[in-house]
Nanobody, 123 residues
């Protein structure tokens, strides 16, 4: 059974940094792509960043380009999201996702999801 477990969320002031982690386990086949999504209250879940593992290609939402960095440690099946210069608009529940193909920012491209970790940025 595949499990994705996020950690690293918390409360910070605007301009601060956080590093999210996502530990994956139980894969029968290693995912081709992994991503971070976020969902703010009363808003739809949106793609934040993704990494296509074989191609070693990354994608970012325009709102986080230059501030967030997605990376992966293949040795321990852990996905990271380094978030710098955080803004109140970044406040959301952040989810890790793993999949086998499809547009990087579409929920349907990902078969497995974590439970989420809350990020709160105060002004």
């Amino acid at each position: 059974q595949v499990q994705l477990e996020e950690s690293g969320g918390g409360s910070v002031q605007a301009g601060g940094s956080l590093r999210l982690s996502c530990a994956g386990s139980g894969y029968n086949y290693n995912p081709y792509q992994m991503a971070w999504f976020r969902q703010a209250p009363e808003k739809e879940r949106e793609g934040v960043a993704a990494i296509f593992i074989i191609r070693d290609t990354t994608y970012y939402a325009d709102s986080v380009k230059g501030r967030f960095t997605i990376s992966q440690d293949n040795a321990n099946d852990t996905l990271y999201l380094q978030m710098n210069s955080l803004e109140p608009e970044d406040t959301a529940m952040y989810y890790c996702a793993a999949g086998y193909g499809g547009a990087w920012d579409k929920r349907g491209s990902y078969e497995y999801w974590g439970q989420g970790t809350q990020v709160t940025v105060s002004s």
